[in-house]
């Protein structure tokens, strides 16, 4: 089970939201805001808080947020699935952080390609990581996972840690079990070099997609085969 509402009935009523102690729960400014002016709750309206690391509990909204139930523990899911891509101009990067996150990936790793257009410098990355990450955060409260994903710092392509990686092309064997790291090039594709760097080579449809549908369909496979809907993983709680 990947969602909060998987775990306890009636509890789960309302938005979810992110703090950094579900024992003392205290909203940040911005949470706050978004949750009066944008949800229109009032004090007494039903909520979860969870702290983006397994715990999670019912309480009710106020000028101070009420526990109204015990703090329930779930397990992170397994196996970790992680999905790797090749930057993008624009918004693009950001939206696959956010699908990513929708669809369950547990780590995230952007990186520079040599066939990438984007080429920032350290101070740049660092920002849009930062920004990636607050992505990930909204979007881990509006799909109500339990778990935080990581999303690492932008490398260039030949500094990523490459163990049991697969690299998704537009001509390859069909994802087996046990793979669970996938790699999307930039629209320009793999060079030789890359391409020989990584022994495992996926397709993930028949035809061409962009970069970040590529993207996103490589976390839906993944996510989708842990969580028992398709065959090659059973069932797993958490997310």
């Known amino acids: 089970m990947s969602r909060l509402e998987s775990a306890a009935g009636d509890a789960r009523s309302g938005p979810h939201v992110l703090v950094a102690d579900v024992d003392a729960p205290v909203l940040a400014g911005d949470d706050r805001h978004h949750l009066e002016r944008v949800l229109r709750l009032r004090s007494g309206d039903p909520l979860t808080v969870g702290d983006g690391a397994g715990r999670w509990r019912p309480c009710r909204f106020s000028d101070e947020i009420e526990p109204i139930g ?53 101070a740049k990355s660092a920002r849009q990581a930062q920004r990636w990450r607050r992505v990930a955060r909204e979007a881990v409260m509006q799909c109500r996972r339990l778990w935080l994903p990581e999303v690492e710092p932008v490398q260039l392509f030949g500094e990523l840690d490459l163990g049991g990686a697969a690299l998704a ?71």
Request: hydrophobic letters at 45%; aromatic letters at 4%; glycine letters at 12%.
């Open 70 to 122: 015990e703090v329930v523990t779930v397990t992170a899911p397994s196996p970790v699935l992680a999905v790797g891509f090749a930057v993008l101009k624009g918004g693009r990067s950001e939206t696959i952080v956010q699908k990513l996150t929708e669809l369950g990936v547990d780590r995230i790793v952007p990186f520079v390609a040599e066939r990438s257009v984007v080429r920032w410098d350290g």
């Open 169 to 239: 092309v537009s001509e390859g064997r069909t994802l087996t079990t046990g793979e669970n790291f996938l790699l999307v090039g930039p629209e320009g594709g793999w060079t030789e070099a890359e391409l020989a760097s990584v022994d495992r080579h996926v397709c993930l449809g028949p035809h061409i997609m962009r970069a970040e549908t590529a993207a996103i369909a490589a976390a839906a496979v993944l996510g989708a085969r842990r969580s028992g809907h398709l065959p090659g993983a059973g069932t797993v709680s958490g997310s």
